[in-house]
Nanobody, 118 residues
Framework: QVQVVESGGGLVQAGGSLRLSCAAS????????MGWYRQPPGKQRELVAS?????????NYADSVKGRFTISRGNAKNMVYLQMNSLKPEDTAVYYC??????????WGQGTQVNVSS
């Protein structure tokens, strides 16, 4: 079993920055990759960024956040961060951390709200 908990959401003005943190616990050795997803109001959940657990960590970003958001791992492999810069009102969403534990199984956090005011 893997559990993930997000933190770091909040309210920020357009152009500002926020850093989200995600801590995984439990059978963390089974984690293949970790990612951040978001669900804007009235819309479907979408992938924001992901990073693999092996090696130096292969990253992937949604086109809408490239150049503004950075995903990274902590020294302790159970931590993942999302640095969000140049935030836009359209980045407003509930942000979820996920852990890919293989066989199409994912552990999800409870989500953290990010609000960007114009």
């Amino acid at each position: 079993q893997v559990q993930v908990v997000e933190s770091g959401g909040g309210l920020v003005q357009a152009g500002g920055s926020l850093r989200l943190s995600c801590a995984a616990s439990g059978s963390i050795f089974s984690i293949i990759a970790m990612g951040w997803y978001r669900q804007p109001p009235g819309k479907q959940r979408e992938l924001v960024a992901s990073i693999t657990s092996g090696g130096s960590g292969s990253v992937n970003y949604a086109d809408s956040v490239k150049g503004r958001f950075t995903i990274s791992r902590g020294n302790a492999k159970n931590m993942v961060y999302l640095q969000m810069n140049s935030l836009k009102p359209e980045d407003t969403a509930v942000y979820y951390c996920s852990a890919d534990i293989g066989w199409s199984r994912y552990a999800w956090g409870q989500g953290t709200q990010v609000n960007v005011s114009s």
